[in-house]
C-alpha cells in the first residue's frame, strides 16, 4: 500500500513545469447513430468512380494520360481564374445540421456557426461539413483508426505540449505553452495498447524546429484555454512518408488537465491546400477507395466551405474552421542543455 501511494503521489509537475506528450487525435466529427447529420447518405464514391464519371468509356475521341491522368494531377497547381473549375459538378454530399464540435474561432456568432453539445453558440467548424459524411474519417472508418494508429507508431508524429509558470494546475492565470516535437517511443501500459504517465520525451531540437511554436494560456476550473497561435505546424504523416503535417492558423488548446492527462480540443483554420496535397501525398488511390473517399471532391468542398484568410489577389478563401479531439499524456520532457 505505502509503494502504491508513493507512485500516485509521484511529482508530475516540476519546477512549474508539466509537459502532455499527444497520444490520441481524430477529427471532430459529430456522428448519430442515425446519421441523421447525413440525411442523403455517406460520399461512398472512391476515385475510380469520380475518374469514370469525369471520363467516361465510349466518349469521343481517346483518352489519352495527358488529357486525363496528368490534367488531374497538375489542376490545382496550374489554375487561374479563367480556368474552369473541373472539380465544382462532382456529386458531393456535405453533413448537415446545425450540431459539432469545435470551438468559436473568430469570437462572433453567424448563420454558418454550429452550437456544441452543451448549447454554446459560435463554434466554427466548417471540415466537419466537408468530412463529416465520408465514411472513412467517421468512427468506424479508416482514417480514423489509421491515422491515429500512424501518429502513435511514427516518431515523425510525436508532438507534445510544454506549460512552464505554472503554479495551480487548477486555476493559473497565466502559464506559457510551448509546442515541441519529441523523439521517443510512447510509454504503454503491458497490453500496448493504452499509455502512462510518466515517461520521458526528448526535445527534438535538430529537424523538429518547424513545429516549435509559443503561446499564453490561462488554467480556469481544471481547463486550460490558449491564445490563438498565428500559424503551427503539426505532423501528421503516415509510415514512410517524412513530411505529412497540417499548417493550422489561429491555433488554440481548450484542454482538461490533471497531473497525468490532457483531453480537449485544438482548432483553427486548416490550409486548404496543404491539407489536400497531405492528403493525396499520403493515402494512395488504392487507399482512397476503401475510405470511399475522393480527393478531388473532397477538395472542392474544402475550396467551397473554406471560411478564412482570403486570397488578396482572388477573394477566394484559404482556410477552413476545423477542430481535433485529442489526449495527451504526462511526459517528463528532457531539453538538449539537460
Same mark, same amino acid.
Given at each position: 500500500?505505502?509503494?502504491?501511494?508513493?507512485? &500516485?503521489?509521484?511529482?508530475?509537475?516540476?519546477?512549474?513545469?508539466?509537459?502532455?506528450? =499527444?497520444?490520441?487525435?481524430?477529427?471532430?466529427?459529430?456522428?448519430?447513430?442515425? #446519421?441523421?447529420?447525413?440525411?442523403? %447518405?455517406? @460520399?461512398?464514391?472512391?476515385?475510380?468512380?469520380?475518374? /469514370?464519371?469525369?471520363?467516361?468509356?465510349?466518349?469521343?475521341?481517346?483518352?489519352?494520360? $495527358?488529357?486525363?491522368?496528368?490534367?488531374?494531377?497538375?489542376?490545382?497547381?496550374?489554375?487561374?481564374?479563367?480556368?474552369?473549375?473541373?472539380?465544382?459538378?462532382? +456529386?458531393?454530399? !456535405?453533413?448537415?445540421?446545425?450540431?459539432?464540435?469545435? =470551438? *468559436? =474561432?473568430?469570437?462572433?456568432?453567424?448563420?454558418?456557426?454550429?452550437? *456544441?453539445?452543451?448549447?454554446?453558440?459560435?463554434?466554427?467548424?466548417?471540415?466537419?461539413?466537408?468530412?463529416?459524411?465520408?465514411?472513412?474519417?467517421?468512427?468506424?472508418? +479508416?482514417?480514423?483508426?489509421?491515422?491515429?494508429?500512424?501518429?502513435? *507508431?511514427?516518431?515523425?508524429?510525436?508532438?507534445?505540449?510544454?506549460?512552464?509558470?505554472?503554479?495551480?494546475?487548477? @486555476?493559473?492565470? !497565466?502559464?506559457?505553452?510551448?509546442?515541441?516535437?519529441? =523523439?521517443?517511443?510512447?510509454?504503454?501500459?503491458?497490453?500496448?495498447? %493504452?499509455?502512462?504517465?510518466?515517461?520521458?520525451?526528448?526535445?527534438?531540437?535538430?529537424?523538429?524546429?518547424?513545429?516549435?511554436?509559443? $503561446?499564453?494560456?490561462?488554467? #480556469?476550473?481544471?481547463?486550460?484555454?490558449?491564445?490563438?497561435?498565428?500559424?503551427? #505546424?503539426? +505532423?501528421?504523416?503516415?509510415?514512410?512518408?517524412?513530411?505529412?503535417?497540417?499548417?493550422?492558423?489561429?491555433?488554440?488548446?481548450?484542454?482538461?488537465?490533471?497531473?497525468?492527462?490532457?483531453?480537449?480540443?485544438?482548432? %483553427?483554420?486548416?490550409?486548404?491546400?496543404?491539407?489536400?496535397?497531405?492528403?493525396?501525398? @499520403?493515402?494512395?488511390?488504392?487507399?482512397? *477507395?476503401? %475510405?470511399?473517399?475522393?480527393?478531388?471532391?473532397?477538395?472542392? /468542398?474544402? #475550396?467551397?466551405?473554406?471560411?478564412?484568410?482570403?486570397?488578396?489577389?482572388?477573394?477566394? @478563401?484559404?482556410?477552413?474552421?476545423?477542430?481535433? !479531439?485529442?489526449?495527451? &499524456?504526462?511526459?517528463?520532457?528532457?531539453?538538449?542543455?539537460?
Amino acid at each position: 500500500m505505502a509503494a502504491a501511494s508513493a507512485a &500516485t503521489a509521484q511529482p508530475y509537475q516540476q519546477d512549474g513545469r508539466i509537459g502532455y506528450v =499527444l497520444t490520441e487525435r481524430h477529427w471532430a466529427i459529430h456522428e448519430t447513430e442515425a #446519421k441523421t447529420e447525413c440525411p442523403q %447518405g455517406m @460520399n461512398s464514391r472512391g476515385s475510380r468512380d469520380l475518374f /469514370a464519371e469525369q471520363f467516361p468509356e465510349g466518349g469521343d475521341g481517346e483518352r489519352t494520360v $495527358v488529357d486525363t491522368r496528368l490534367m488531374i494531377e497538375g489542376y490545382q497547381y496550374h489554375t487561374n481564374t479563367a480556368t474552369t473549375d473541373i472539380y465544382d459538378s462532382l +456529386p458531393f454530399y !456535405e453533413a448537415q445540421g446545425d450540431v459539432s464540435y469545435g =470551438l *468559436n =474561432l473568430d469570437g462572433e456568432v453567424s448563420a454558418d456557426d454550429f452550437k *456544441n453539445s452543451a448549447g454554446e453558440e459560435g463554434i466554427d467548424n466548417q471540415l466537419y461539413r466537408a468530412l463529416g459524411c465520408i465514411a472513412g474519417y467517421r468512427k468506424d472508418g +479508416p482514417y480514423w483508426f489509421f491515422e491515429n494508429d500512424f501518429m502513435i *507508431n511514427n516518431g515523425y508524429n510525436r508532438w507534445m505540449i510544454e506549460l512552464s509558470g505554472v503554479d495551480d494546475l487548477v @486555476n493559473d492565470d !497565466e502559464v506559457t505553452v510551448t509546442t515541441y516535437r519529441g =523523439l521517443d517511443k510512447l510509454f504503454t501500459d503491458a497490453t500496448g495498447e %493504452g499509455f502512462i504517465a510518466g515517461g520521458t520525451q526528448r526535445v527534438d531540437a535538430r529537424w523538429g524546429q518547424s513545429f516549435v511554436e509559443e $503561446v499564453k494560456g490561462r488554467i #480556469k476550473d481544471g481547463v486550460l484555454t490558449t491564445e490563438p497561435i498565428t500559424q503551427a #505546424k503539426i +505532423p501528421w504523416s503516415q509510415p514512410g512518408v517524412s513530411d505529412g503535417y497540417h499548417i493550422f492558423k489561429d491555433l488554440q488548446l481548450q484542454l482538461t488537465l490533471t497531473s497525468q492527462v490532457a483531453q480537449g480540443l485544438m482548432a %483553427g483554420y486548416v490550409d486548404v491546400e496543404q491539407f489536400n496535397h497531405r492528403f493525396r501525398t @499520403n493515402w494512395s488511390s488504392h487507399h482512397q *477507395n476503401y %475510405g470511399q473517399s475522393a480527393s478531388a471532391s473532397e477538395y472542392a /468542398a474544402l #475550396k467551397r466551405l473554406a471560411d478564412a484568410y482570403p486570397d488578396p489577389e482572388t477573394g477566394a @478563401n484559404t482556410a477552413i474552421s476545423g477542430a481535433v !479531439e485529442v489526449t495527451l &499524456t504526462q511526459v517528463y520532457i528532457v531539453h538538449p542543455d539537460e
